[in-house]
């Protein structure tokens, strides 16, 4: 595949917005005016896995954040500011966190990969599979191994999400949110869903007479 050129960016760019306006004048208009997505989707940054292109999305509809390898550190900054608005501000009613099959984030993660930072970044990675597969510590893992390790890795993200305190103060308010865990298919292009959903869980409030 050919890489385009800077110039050859700006001219599909306005060949796009000639296209978008001829089926509809005021769309730009339209979709200047609001932002009220219903979904938030945390993805892979990987370039073959766009949000809206896959999931059939047009802009507007669904609010992204994307890192290596889709996963979510308590410590990350970018990712809870992204989260606290979607829920907090755009009120959204579902949290996809999907990732991918051949995903090279968790392939390099077990494969031991010298990228220094990225090797900080993928820690969670290399947990998912210690506690998951044998194969991993023997160096013995397969492709399917590896596939079977993405979706784990993305329930475990999941699970995550849902312990932080943005979505644990989300829930205890009674807002409608869930977080749902899906993986896409690079040979198929199509989305599975790890049926891994979580959705109002409250947190336990400690008793009176629990109280010190």
Known sequence: MATASIKTLFERNREWSLEKRRFDPDYFQKLSALQKPDYLWIGCSDSRVPANVIAGLEPGEVFVHRNVANLVHP??????????????????????????????????AVEGTSLELVNHWLQPIRD?????????????????????????????????????????????????????????????????????????????????????
């Open 75 to 108: 410590a990350d900054l970018n990712l809870l500011s992204v989260i606290e608005y979607a829920v907090s501000q755009l009120a959204v009613k579902h949290i996809i966190v999907c990732g991918h099959y051949g995903c090279g984030g968790v392939r390099a």
């Open 128 to 212: 998912v599979a210690t506690m998951r597969f044998s194969s991993f510590a023997c160096n013995t893992a397969t492709d399917e191994d590896l596939d079977r390790l993405c979706e784990y890795c993305v329930v475990d993200q999941v699970q995550r999400l849902a312990r932080t305190p943005i979505l644990q103060a989300a829930w205890n308010r009674a807002q409608n949110v869930s977080i749902h865990g899906w993986i896409y298919g690079m040979n198929d292009g199509l989305l599975h869903d790890l049926n891994c959903t979580v959705a109002n869980v409250r947190p336990m409030k400690t008793s009176n007479a629990n109280r010190a």
